[in-house]
DNA sequence: ACTAGCCCCTGGGAGC
DNA sequence: TGCTCCCAGGGGCTAG
């Protein structure tokens, strides 16, 4: 599932074949039940209307990643310059992925570019939600608003102190997969971050001492920066840009491997599953500490 | 201030 | 082979 070290892998592959290209059209069969609160995103028809005369005709000017989110800056034809005016933020969650010259069969949004392939998104389970605002209001958005600081540019007093601040009591990996304490970390990177740390998943995150989170904020840097350098988690149905699996499912230690002999050295231990916050963590019971 | 539980969705795996 | 059932989960929401 896109989390950072997928949504960043997504976004510097965009980078290098969308930007400058102006949007000619778009098209989408997206339209499906929205759940709550996700009723402004291209999956609601009048939306999607709107959205589309938003974006035709306009240029792709920059693609960045804020979070898990990619956004997408346009900008629109004036008489004297090109302006940034609109941009497109997209969240994959599980299943997305954007995806430039290539397709699937769970396409669902295409923008058709000048004189260049496709841009398509890719949604199997359609999740993914796409919504539209001006560039400017793009930090005040519902979803990026609340998110805190990202971790591969936060000191490690920040971290520290975020993870403190979030709730005495709360498990650890609840506080690492809040997008407001730090922004981008899921269910597969918060297992093996803990997993490496040697830290319980239900380790109350006030009560782990600052040597133990010295080494959860090194490894957080680490853990992410090696998928990023794989392309990514594909163990699920992420492709980064131009369709293409990463290779990050290879090196899990702890993700999905229930049942499994731990693969620390000496350690005798075997994967547990447990539900916390309604998410499946996987830990080893014999190495990592509850604190 | 928090959590449990539900919702959106559908391919894939298990069991028969 | 093909049916049914259950599972995966990000994040928004409500109820407690």
């Not at 669902?108 to 209001?137: N, P, Q, Y």
């Not at 609840?174 to 998943?201: F, K």
């Not at 995150?205 to 090194?218: N, T």
Request: glycine share 8%; aromatic share 8%; with cysteine.
């Amino acid at each position: 599932m896109p989390e950072l070290p997928e949504v960043h892998t997504t976004v510097e592959g965009l980078k290098k074949v969308v930007i400058g290209k102006t949007i000619t059209d778009v098209w989408s069969d997206f339209h499906v039940k929205t759940a709550h609160g996700e009723r402004s995103n291209i999956k609601n028809k009048k939306y999607f209307a709107d959205f589309k005369k938003n974006v035709i005709g306009a240029k792709i000017k920059s693609v960045e990643r804020l979070g898990k989110h990619v956004v997408i800056n346009l900008s629109n034809h004036s008489t004297s310059s090109w302006q940034a005016k609109n941009s497109i933020i997209v969240h994959m969650k599980m299943t997305g992925h954007l995806m430039y010259g290539a397709s699937d069969p769970f396409v669902h949004l295409i923008f058709k570019l000048k004189g260049a392939g496709d841009l398509a998104l890719s949604d199997m389970r359609k999740f993914a939600s796409v919504c539209i605002t001006e560039t400017k209001k793009v930090k005040n958005h519902p979803g990026i608003l609340e998110l805190g600081p990202d971790p591969l540019k936060i000191t490690f007093e920040e971290f520290r102190a975020r993870i403190k601040s979030a709730s005495w009591r709360r498990p650890i990996k609840t506080a690492l997969m809040d997008q407001s304490v730090i922004a981008g970390i899921g269910n597969i990177y918060s297992d093996e971050i803990l997993w490496v740390s040697a830290v319980h998943p239900l380790s109350r995150a006030g009560e782990i001492p600052d040597k133990i989170l010295g080494v959860m904020f090194a490894n957080t840097k680490k853990i992410l920066k090696k998928s990023i350098r794989h392309g990514g988690d594909s163990m699920s149905d992420y492709r980064n840009a131009f369709g293409e699996k990463g290779g990050f499912q290879n090196f899990h230690k702890a993700y999905r491997k229930t049942g499994q002999k731990c693969l620390k050295s000496k350690c005798r231990g075997i994967i547990k599953r447990l539900i916390v916050k309604g998410r499946s963590a996987h830990f080893c019971p014999a190495h990592q500490i509850k604190f």
